[in-house]
């Protein structure tokens, strides 16, 4: 409720607290981490969400990316790439546990873009596309990607899939 409120001096001492009461609970240490990064402490973000990763049952994927994120923001590739990586292991995994979960292989194309590798994210896209091929708003964030890899004729093949589908979306006509 603090945070909703906007008052993070009692959000941050209340999570503060939780986290000493339950120290091994990564959800507290997780949403403490995202009160710090709120407040625009990245450090503080940084050293409460690595403690969440590492308390965590099992990797999470979207803390991994933001962990990367927060790293990047600081000037820390090494260390961005490596979460990054991180995160796109575990949704490789889960893709392959979950052939077809759309969302995860959107997911893992989200993940690469963060990464900076458009090509693998197109082909993590395309995968989702295959799978929702219904979805226009999925064949228009595939799109973007081929043309940020100047795959034009695949861009606009996409996007003359997609104003087809039912309710198309002016951005995809412009």
């Given at each position: 409720?603090?945070?909703?409120k906007?008052?993070?001096a009692?959000?941050?001492q209340?999570l503060?607290?939780?986290?000493?009461?339950q120290?091994?609970d990564?959800?507290?240490s997780?949403?403490?981490a995202?009160a710090?990064?709120?407040?625009?402490?990245?450090e503080k973000g940084?050293?409460h969400?690595?403690?969440?990763?590492?308390k965590a049952p099992?990797?999470?994927?979207?803390?991994?990316?933001?962990l990367?994120?927060?790293?990047r923001a600081?000037?820390?590739?090494?260390?961005?790439?490596?979460?990054?990586?991180n995160?796109?292991a575990?949704?490789?995994?889960q893709?392959?546990s979950?052939?077809?979960?759309?969302?995860?292989r959107?997911?893992l194309g989200?993940?690469?873009e963060?990464a900076d590798?458009?090509?693998l994210a197109?082909?993590?896209?395309?995968?989702?596309?295959?799978?929702?091929?219904?979805?226009?708003?999925?064949?228009y964030?595939?799109?973007t990607?081929?043309s940020?890899l100047?795959?034009h004729e695949n861009a606009?093949?996409?996007?003359?899939?997609?104003?087809?589908?039912?309710?198309p979306?002016v951005?995809?006509?412009?």
């Amino acid at each position: 409720a603090a945070l909703e409120k906007g008052d993070m001096a009692a959000a941050l001492q209340l999570l503060q607290e939780a986290v000493k009461k339950q120290p091994d609970d990564s959800l507290h240490s997780y949403a403490l981490a995202r009160a710090y990064l709120l407040s625009g402490d990245r450090e503080k973000g940084v050293e409460h969400l690595s403690a969440a990763i590492k308390k965590a049952p099992s990797p999470n994927p979207d803390w991994l990316l933001t962990l990367g994120e927060t790293y990047r923001a600081l000037g820390k590739k090494d260390e961005a790439n490596e979460s990054f990586s991180n995160a796109i292991a575990v949704l490789q995994q889960q893709c392959e546990s979950q052939p077809k979960n759309w969302m995860l292989r959107f997911q893992l194309g989200q993940a690469y873009e963060k990464a900076d590798n458009d090509e693998l994210a197109s082909e993590a896209y395309a995968e989702s596309v295959k799978l929702q091929p219904n979805n226009g708003d999925l064949r228009y964030k595939l799109a973007t990607v081929y043309s940020g890899l100047h795959q034009h004729e695949n861009a606009c093949k996409q996007l003359e899939d997609a104003i087809k589908l039912e309710s198309p979306k002016v951005e995809w006509f412009l």
